[in-house]
Nanobody, 119 residues
Framework: QVQLVESGGGLVQPGGSLRLSCAAS????????MGWYRQAPGKQRELVAE???????NYADSVKGRFTISRDNAKNTVYLQMNSLKPEDTAVYYC?????????????WGQGTQVTVSS
């Protein structure tokens, strides 16, 4: 079994910063691309940022220049540094990982962490 556990969400004022973390655990053989998605009320889940095993990154246009994704392969952890937060960044943020065990490779999701940007 593989689990992804997010942390770091919360309430922040516009212009503030938050850092999300997502740790993968379990019978992991290898972790490939990891990413952060978000879902606001009444909207579809959307990609925020993703990072390959080698460190190549991809960002949604709406967060470019404000958010930074990184990973620590030794800790099986991915991070999302969010700066200059806006009210429209309010959403539940989900971690996603393409992870291989000894028997298969699957896509895994975390339980989500709430980010609220409000004064």
């Amino acid at each position: 079994q593989v689990q992804l556990v997010e942390s770091g969400g919360g309430l922040v004022q516009p212009g503030g910063s938050l850092r999300l973390s997502c740790a993968a655990s379990g019978s992991i053989f290898s972790i490939y691309t990891m990413g952060w998605y978000r879902q606001a009320p009444g909207k579809q889940r959307e990609l925020v940022a993703e990072i390959t095993k080698r460190g190549s990154t991809n960002y949604a246009d709406s967060v470019k220049g404000r958010f930074t994704i990184s990973r620590d392969n030794a800790k099986n952890t991915v991070y999302l540094q969010m700066n200059s937060l806006k009210p429209e960044d309010t959403a539940v943020y989900y971690c996603n990982g393409s992870i291989a065990t000894m028997s298969s490779r699957n896509n895994y999701w975390g339980q989500g962490t709430q980010v609220t940007v409000s004064s």
